[in-house]
């Protein structure tokens, strides 16, 4: 159980075009999701929280207007990185969490989408 | 957020029990310590967490310091499929802050 998919799992656009990633709980309903982003060698930076039919919070240094997020649905969070430039070229991770009896919001992740800014 | 401290990387022989140490000592009295890992190329996986008490899954094992300033993730028998990038993560602010992580290697 609590399986998150991403699509697509690799996208390489040319520089200044816009790209949408899809993040959806398979087998559960999300109160929340979370986007991550990821460079080589690095660690998992979140950019955004949100929340079913609220706009996203933001974390400090993340432009809302570059990562625009939409969570329509109780499954579904959409990320779209507008005019893409080669240093957006990242691993964009989701996840998606859901209040357990025991509170603790454990978070499960998406596969991750690859994106390349030519 | 509470800041964790990890080794930069590990070693473990294959079939052999494998100890993660994380130091939290500033960790508060309502946060959790949770442990995801990550394989290559592929998004975190949740691995266990817990509060006060030892704390036993199918993937492993996770004590805790009767203090809660440190824990130990526990991999009773290690798999060449257990090489990832372990993160212990103390939970608060409904936020999960990653740090750099252990890297662990399975020697085969």
């Known amino acids: 159980g609590a399986v998150v998919s991403q699509h697509p799992s690799r996208v390489i656009c040319k520089s200044g075009t816009s790209v949408k990633i899809e993040c959806r709980s398979l087998?559960?309903?999300?109160?929340?999701m979370f986007w991550y982003r990821q460079f080589p060698k690095k660690s998992l930076m979140l950019m955004a929280t949100?929340?079913?039919?609220?706009?996203?919070?933001?974390e400090q240094g993340v432009e809302k207007d570059k990562f625009l997020i939409n969570h329509a649905s109780l499954t579904l969070s959409t990320l779209t990185v507008t005019s893409a430039h080669p240093e957006d070229s990242s691993f964009y991770i989701c996840?998606?969490?859901?209040?357990?009896?025991?509170?603790?919001?454990?978070?499960?992740f998406g596969p991750g989408t690859r994106l390349t800014v030519l | 957020d509470a800041k964790t401290t990890q080794p930069n990387s590990m070693e473990s022989n294959e079939e052999e029990p494998v100890h993660l140490p994380c130091n939290h000592s500033?960790?508060?009295?309502?946060?959790?310590i949770h442990w995801y890992r990550q394989l290559p190329s592929q998004g975190p996986e949740y691995v266990i967490h817990?509060?006060?008490s030892n704390v036993n899954n199918r993937m492993a094992s996770l004590a805790i310091a009767e203090d809660r300033k440190s824990s130990t993730l526990i991999l009773h028998r290690a798999t060449l499929r257990d090489a990832a990038v372990y993160y212990c993560?103390?939970?608060?602010?409904?936020?999960?802050?990653f740090g750099t992580g252990t890297r662990l290697t399975i020697i085969p």
């Open positions: 087998d559960f309903q999300a109160t929340t």
């Open positions: 500033t960790i508060s009295g309502t946060d959790y």
């Open positions: 996840s998606a969490t859901y209040a357990g009896t025991d509170h603790t919001d454990t978070q499960y």
């Open positions: 817990g509060l006060t």
């Open positions: 993560i103390n939970f608060g602010n409904e936020k999960l802050t």
């Open positions: 949100s929340n079913e039919g609220s706009k996203a919070t933001y």
